[in-house]
T-cell receptor, first 115, second 109 residues
């Protein structure tokens, strides 16, 4: 069964350091999402891509966060410098463009702890 | 800002009972509505979606939508301990899918 791949699963870093997360969506899925989920809260959209183009990044803290999906396939989310409040689960999800049921297929997530 | 509101819980029900989970949303232009289940430490998974006013049933799950009241609910019949999880309501308006904060459900044996 096709899955969304994410790495690393866990990351511990000190504040002010740089962190990067990688996501490989299900093959053929045009839409890719990065969500941040703080413990006890719902997922919050950071950025949405349609192929290689950004559809929505209104909630992305652009002073420290960046995201790219250069060839419209895999994607990288970067944080520099990391802050204590960035500790969260970073979820990548994808969906096929032609079937807009709203079903997102999530990866297992990358849990970030900033010390 | 478009909002999706849920009671955080925990909602505790005995095994075999009906669990009722509720969600309200602020954007009247919302078109479709989803319930995701998230087990502790795991990623969300879709369990139901609904587009039209009324009820939609799938096994032990029933989704209910009332667009006039901007209200969507999920009923779980014959609740099982394995249903214990956080249930996330998600609402789509245009390209945006917005999640609520989730309701934690605990089903006691």
């Amino acid at each position: 069964e096709a899955e969304v791949a994410q790495s690393p699963r866990y990351k511990i870093t000190e504040k002010s350091q740089a962190v990067a997360f990688w996501c490989d969506p299900i093959s053929g899925h045009a839409t890719l999402y990065w969500y941040r989920q703080i413990l006890g809260q719902g997922p919050e959209l950071l950025v949405q891509f349609q192929d290689e183009s950004v559809v929505d990044d209104s909630q992305l803290p652009k002073d420290r966060f960046s995201a790219e999906r250069l060839k419209g396939v895999d994607s990288t989310l970067k944080i520099q410098p990391a802050e204590l409040g960035d500790s969260a689960m970073y979820l990548c999800a994808s969906s096929p463009q032609e079937r807009d049921t709203g079903e997102l297929f999530f990866g297992e997530g990358s849990r970030l702890t900033v010390l | 800002q478009k909002e999706v509101e849920q009671n955080s819980g925990p909602l505790s029900v005995p095994e075999g009972a009906i669990a009722s989970l509720n969600c309200t949303y602020s954007d009247r232009g919302s078109q479709s509505f989803f319930w995701y289940r998230q087990y502790s430490g795991k990623s969300p998974e879709l369990i139901m979606f609904i587009y039209s006013n009324g009820d939609k049933e799938d096994g032990r799950f029933t989704a209910q939508l009332n667009k006039a009241s901007q209200y969507v609910s999920l009923l779980i019949r014959d609740s099982q301990p394995s249903d214990s999880a956080t249930y996330l309501c998600a609402v789509r308006a245009g390209n945006m899918l917005t999640f609520g904060g989730g309701t934690r459900l605990m089903v006691k044996p």
